[in-house]
């Protein structure tokens, strides 16, 4: 079932109701009907409907009133479009103003209703997948040129099984693009027009994560001041990517291994079952088995994630595909930053061949990005080789990845210090360089304590 196209129909007349029902059904929507704003309103609290097309005039509370509760309740997770016998210009600017995404006339063309559905449809995948987006924009991936047999095994391995909708787990360590792997077994899937919902479970804290997962109810907690659908219930119809599986504490793992063995979940606070259809592909850096061995993973919850296991190599064991990388990375950046690159130093290109790259693809991403930043005169060039590694595993501390914030600080110190040397501490030059004002380069520099 596809979750963007379920709709859910308010209409007091069943005979309007049975004609929705009609056209968006032969149209593959998956329909719902309610014959009040009341029994909507109960609907929607036991399943998720991503649009609502609703009567204005009804017995009772009327669908500006539904429209409103929809509105104050689940915010932007459900569209609402308004449906009138009597057109008027007061009442669609009404409609418009509370929130509704559409307006429709009775007496006119379906067409127009579909426009309005599709206009839906895209908004709430927007929404959703504009997180997403951003990360991967302009970035097109080096897969089609992948010559290393140990990954044109993985994407054989892709191929054969995105038709089949079992769990999938992807292992491989930190940076080798479980990610990548996850999303393409999702766009060569039945549901690859559907969501593709990734959710990094290392990064979220284990209270909210349940509450992320499974949404919740307008004050089940303090915090929780309106009702959350949860990432279960979003990702209906397509693919959930639960990345760094192995991170998550037995408890919510108990929780994840009731819904994959029921299908159904409850919201925090709340003990209705709502009915979940997802594809699951789970992802970790860690040693599953010996988490299990460990105590720290359940052997039940392993079993189920682990229907279909993909191994993907690190990128010192596909060495065949490092010179093809470093050049992709290259004209990918240098794009970006609208860089007339010319040329790469040959001690750099023979460092960059050599190396083994812990951090993997990520590794070398990042590299490839702060050598086209630093490239003054279009030539690549790592001034400082042995400083590589210690400035690109910069990312963990005692074992523990260090939070965005402290990172991202550190990777922007290396990185003005670094300018700066490169201008001989000429703060108007290397302001110019980055691309930020002279006041904004000083504030850095106060903040960082680089003044000296
Ligand atoms: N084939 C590829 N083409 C282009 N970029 C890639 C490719 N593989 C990985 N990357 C890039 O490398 C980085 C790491 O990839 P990804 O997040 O998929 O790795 P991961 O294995 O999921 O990492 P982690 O275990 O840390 O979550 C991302 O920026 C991704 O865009």
Do not use: W
Not at 388 to 393: A, G, H, N, R, S
């Amino acid at each position: 079932m596809i979750e963007s196209s379920k709709i859910l129909i308010v209409d007091d007349e069943v005979e309007y109701r049975e004609t929705y029902r009609m056209l968006l059904e032969g149209r593959g929507f998956f329909v719902g009907e309610a014959n009040s704003v009341q029994e909507a309103l109960e609907i929607l609290e036991r399943e998720y409907y991503p649009i609502v097309l609703s009567d204005v005039i009804m017995p009772g509370k009327d669908g500006f009133y539904l429209l409103n509760e929809i509105k104050r309740t689940y915010r932007d997770s459900i569209e609402v479009i308004i449906v009138t016998g009597y057109g008027s210009i007061e009442s669609a600017v009404r409609a418009m103003k509370i929130g509704a995404l559409g307006y429709f006339i009775k007496s006119r063309n379906p067409e127009e209703l579909f426009s309005e559905i599709d206009k839906a449809k895209r908004f709430i995948k927007l929404e959703t997948q504009n997180s997403i987006a951003k990360r991967e924009a302009g970035s097109k991936l080096f897969l089609s040129q992948i010559k290393s047999p140990k990954m044109f095994r993985v994407l054989k391995e892709v191929d054969a099984i995105s038709q089949f909708s079992s769990n999938i787990l992807l292992t491989g360590e930190t940076g080798v693009g479980k990610e990548i792997i996850a999303k393409l077994i999702h766009q060569k899937s039945k549901m690859a027009k559907e969501i593709f919902l990734p959710i990094n479970c290392q990064a979220i804290s284990d209270n909210l994560l349940e509450s992320e997962l499974f949404g919740h109810e307008k004050g089940s907690f303090t915090g929780a001041a309106s009702r959350r659908i949860g990432r279960f219930e979003e990702a209906n119809g397509g693919t959930i990517f639960l990345d760094e599986m192995g991170e998550m504490s037995l408890n919510t793992q108990v929780k994840i291994l009731r819904v994959l063995d029921t299908k159904q979940i409850e919201r925090i606070g709340s003990n209705k079952q709502i009915k979940v259809n997802f594809r699951l592909i789970s992802a970790t850096n860690r040693n599953l088995s010996k988490e299990i061995e460990l105590g720290n993973f359940r052997e039940d919850l392993f079993y189920r994630i682990n229907t279909i296991n993909i191994e993907i190599p690190p990128l010192r064991e596909r060495k065949e595909d490092l010179k093809g990388m470093i050049d992709f990375f290259i004209t990918h950046f240098s794009n970006e930053m609208k860089k007339n690159i010319k040329g790469i130093e040959r001690n750099t290109e023979q460092y960059l061949l050599a190396y083994d790259y812990p951090g993997n693809v990520r590794e070398l991403k990042n590299i490839i990005e702060r050598i086209v930043v630093l490239s003054t005169d279009g030539i690549l060039r790592l001034n400082n080789l042995e400083n590589i590694k210690t400035k690109e595993l910069n990312i963990s501390q005692n074992g523990k990845i260090i939070p965005f914030k402290e990172a991202r600080k550190r990777f922007e110190v290396d990185y003005i210090k670094d300018v700066l040397e490169k201008c001989d501490n000429n703060i108007t030059q290397a302001a110019s360089l980055i691309g930020i004002s002279r006041r904004q380069l000083f504030n850095k520099l106060v903040e960082y304590n680089l003044k000296s």
